[in-house]
């Protein structure tokens, strides 16, 4: 398993083939993922433990809040923009088409704007 340290916690890739990624993500209170969208990529989301509240929809400037707790699971589209907050400290499952470099930041309290998955992974 190979583990990814960012900025908002970890992220433990379990598994990449030709069909699908399987990873373990761990997100400290407090903290946010990227404001993105994947062009390709399908992800299922499914919280172990803590809660998560997650901006979801199609207009960056009217998105959904859904509160996600354990055992709540979440499946987010192609094109469909989203971000994660750790309302607690919590980990979650995230199962995936294998696109890992898709990735569009739109906004990131990290200053990673623009920047893909590629550059994080080398």
């Known amino acids: 398993m190979k583990r990814i ?9 379990i598994e990449k ?9 761990g997100m400290n209170k407090g903290h946010k993922c990227s404001i993105q969208y994947h062009e390709k990529k399908k992800e299922t989301v ?9 901006y979801i929809g199609k207009d960056i400037n009217n998105l959904d809040e859904i509160i996600m707790n354990p055992n709540d699971s979440l499946t987010v589209e192609p094109f ?4 994660m907050e750790a309302m607690e400290d919590s980990v979650y499952l995230e ?6 470099d898709d990735v569009v930041r739109l906004q990131d ?10 550059s994080n992974r080398k």
């Open 109 to 118: 309290e990290y200053g990673r704007e623009g920047t893909s998955e590629a």
């Open 5 to 13: 340290e960012k900025p908002w916690g970890y992220e433990n890739l």
């Open 95 to 100: 199962a995936s088409t294998p696109e890992l």
């Open 80 to 83: 469909e923009i989203h971000r």
């Open 17 to 25: 083939n030709d069909k699908y990624v399987m990873k373990e993500l």
């Open 46 to 54: 499914y919280v172990l433990s803590g809660q998560l509240k997650v």
